[in-house]
C-alpha cells in the first residue's frame, strides 16, 4: 500500500483554466503538507495542516487554495492556471509538526499550456 | 534573504567508492538539519538527521557532518553503489519555525560503474 498517495500523477491544461490534486496518507500522521519544486529542482513549502488545521501558509498566490476534509486528506484546488504554475507538485505527511522527517508522495507534474 | 545552499550541482563517483556531498547553511538560528535522496520520478526520501547540538551522526553506509563554526553540513555515503544515484538535498529548520523546512539547491549523484 502506497503510504502518501497523490492523483492525478500528470496534469496538463490551459492557461486559464481550474484544477484540483487529491493527496492522501494512511499512515495515521497528524501533519501533511504541499511542497512545489520548479524545473530547477528547487523545493518550496505551499501549505501544511496539522489535524486538519492551517498551521503554514507561505507566500503563495491565493489562488492557491488548500483544503484537509480530514488528517488523512490534503487536497489542493488552483484557480486561473498561469504558466508559471507549471512544476511537480509533491504532497508530503509527518507524524508531527516538529519532526524534519516528511513521507513525500511521487508527485503531480502540472503542466499549464 | 537566507538560504542553504550546495557547492556542487553534480558530483560523479565511481561504484565503490566515497561520495562527499557539501551543504553551506547561511541561517545562524537554525537547529536541525536533513537530508534527503530524490530518485528520478519519485519524491525526495529522508536519509538522516542531525540537531544542532551534535556535530556527527552516524546512519547505515551514512553519515552526517556539521560544522556550526563554518556553517557547513556534508553528507558522506560509503561504498557507494548504483542505487544512490539520486539528487540529494540538504534541509534545515530554523528554531522556532516547527515544520517548516527549507531545502537547498541539490546535488546530482551519479555513480559510474
Known amino acids: 500500500d502506497t503510504a502518501v498517495s497523490q492523483t492525478p500523477k500528470y496534469l496538463v491544461t490551459q492557461m486559464g483554466n481550474d484544477k484540483s490534486i487529491k493527496c492522501e496518507q494512511n499512515?495515521?500522521?497528524?501533519?501533511m503538507y504541499w511542497y512545489k519544486q520548479d524545473s530547477k529542482k528547487f523545493l518550496k513549502i505551499m501549505f501544511s495542516?496539522?489535524?486538519?488545521?492551517?498551521?503554514i501558509n507561505e507566500t503563495v498566490p491565493n489562488r492557491f487554495s488548500p483544503k484537509s476534509p480530514d488528517k488523512a486528506h490534503l487536497n489542493l484546488h488552483i484557480n486561473s492556471l498561469e504558466l508559471g504554475d507549471s512544476a511537480v507538485y509533491f504532497c508530503a505527511s509527518s507524524p508531527t509538526p516538529v519532526t524534519g522527517e516528511l513521507f513525500f508522495g511521487e508527485g503531480s507534474r502540472l503542466t499549464v499550456l | 534573504g537566507e538560504s542553504v545552499g550546495l557547492h556542487l550541482p553534480t558530483l560523479s563517483v565511481q561504484e565503490g567508492d566515497n561520495s562527499i556531498i557539501n551543504c553551506a547553511y547561511s541561517?545562524?538560528?537554525?537547529?536541525?538539519f536533513i537530508w534527503y535522496k530524490q530518485e528520478s520520478g519519485k519524491g525526495p526520501q529522508f536519509i538522516i538527521d542531525?540537531?544542532?547540538?551534535?556535530d556527527k551522526r552516524q546512519g547505515q553506509r551514512v553519515t552526517v557532518l556539521l560544522n556550526k563554526t563554518v556553517k557547513h553540513l556534508s553528507l558522506q555515503i560509503a561504498a557507494t553503489q548504483p542505487g544512490d544515484s539520486a539528487v540529494y538535498f540538504c534541509a534545515e529548520r530554523p528554531t522556532g519555525t516547527a515544520s517548516k523546512l527549507t531545502f537547498g539547491t541539490g546535488t546530482r549523484l551519479q555513480v559510474t560503474l
Open positions: 541561517n545562524s538560528a537554525s537547529d536541525y
Open positions: 499512515l495515521g500522521h497528524d501533519t
Open positions: 495542516y496539522n489535524n486538519k488545521e492551517l498551521i
Open positions: 542531525i540537531r544542532s547540538n551534535m
